[in-house]
């Protein structure tokens, strides 16, 4: 492996994004190059620095947290200096070697996608219904465990981007939506499974294996919001007035110290308000005037 690129992968958090520390992936530190440790007996040498990238500070655009639209600039960036782009999450603990050693089984000029392979049980609503006959045959990453992809593919997608923009901007469920794109109806590469990225707590006895592991501690994102400044918005229409929101009002609404229902009906009793968007049966055009 001549480059590894790895990259912290935030969610949409705006200015709030917790800073992963450098501690949680040896021996890079975020957001500059260091030199790897020296390679452990019996293993292949690695003495390119290693570059550890943010999402969130790559460019001004706040979905670059999606992944897609930041291929080209991936492309161009380390299309001809790398061969993996790793992508990690800010829980996620790497041991680099580990991590060297495993991508050394893939030949990095051909197209790879690597991960943990999760799949839906059954179709559900927040997939779209995808693969409703059989679910399970279509395998997403769980991002949690890092997952790479080959610069080959990297290429061929950032073109795909430049070519033919993205239709929409909106994300349900990032993972199973990158893997869908990848896949490309069958024109492009399933995951491929990799057991050693791996989702077990790093002090666990099972990970002796592991090029990732969980972190066992929640990352440092300062002083706990006030629960006075969290406003709850909850979506719903007229013909759940009955069915969901006596849920909602038996459950954890009392957690929630402001909460708004927002419906097609208004309805004191709840109270509702009437946003003025009729009820659609499909799609979430509600959900967009909020």
Request: charged letters at 25%; one cysteine or more.
């Amino acid at each position: 492996v001549s480059h590894i690129c790895p990259l912290f992968s935030s969610r949409p958090a705006g200015d709030s994004f917790c800073h992963p520390e450098s501690k949680q992936l040896l021996p890079c530190e975020a957001g500059r190059k260091t030199e790897s440790r020296p390679p452990e007996a019996g293993t292949q040498s690695h003495k390119e620095a290693t570059v550890v990238l943010l999402l969130h500070s790559l460019s001004d655009n706040q979905g670059d947290w999606s992944i897609l639209p930041l291929l080209p600039y991936l492309s161009q960036s380390f299309g001809k200096n790398s061969s993996w782009i790793v992508f990690l999450e800010e829980e996620t603990n790497v041991k680099m070697t580990k991590l060297v050693q495993v991508l050394t089984k893939f030949d990095k000029n051909k197209e790879w996608f690597l991960g943990k392979p999760l799949h839906d049980e059954e179709s559900t609503i927040i997939h779209h219904y995808a693969f409703a006959e059989n679910p399970s045959i279509f395998k997403y990453p769980d991002f949690v465990a890092a997952w790479a992809v080959s610069t080959p593919l990297v290429l061929r997608l950032a073109d795909k981007v430049r070519n033919e923009p993205l239709k929409s901007d909106f994300t349900i469920d990032l993972k199973h939506e990158v893997a869908l794109y990848i896949w490309d109806n069958g024109n492009g590469p399933h995951l491929t499974p990799v057991p050693e990225l791996c989702t077990e707590p790093e002090d666990s006895p099972q990970t002796r294996h592991c090029a990732t592991t969980l972190s066992t501690e929640p990352p440092l994102c300062g002083e706990p919001v006030n629960k006075e400044d969290i406003f709850v918005a909850v979506k719903t229409c007229r013909k759940f007035h009955s069915e969901r929101v006596p849920v909602i009002k038996k459950t954890w609404e009392k957690d929630a110290f402001s909460l708004e229902y927002y419906s097609d009906h208004a309805d004191p009793s709840i109270p509702t308000i009437n946003l003025g968007v009729p009820n659609t049966e499909r799609g979430k055009c509600t959900l967009y005037r909020l």
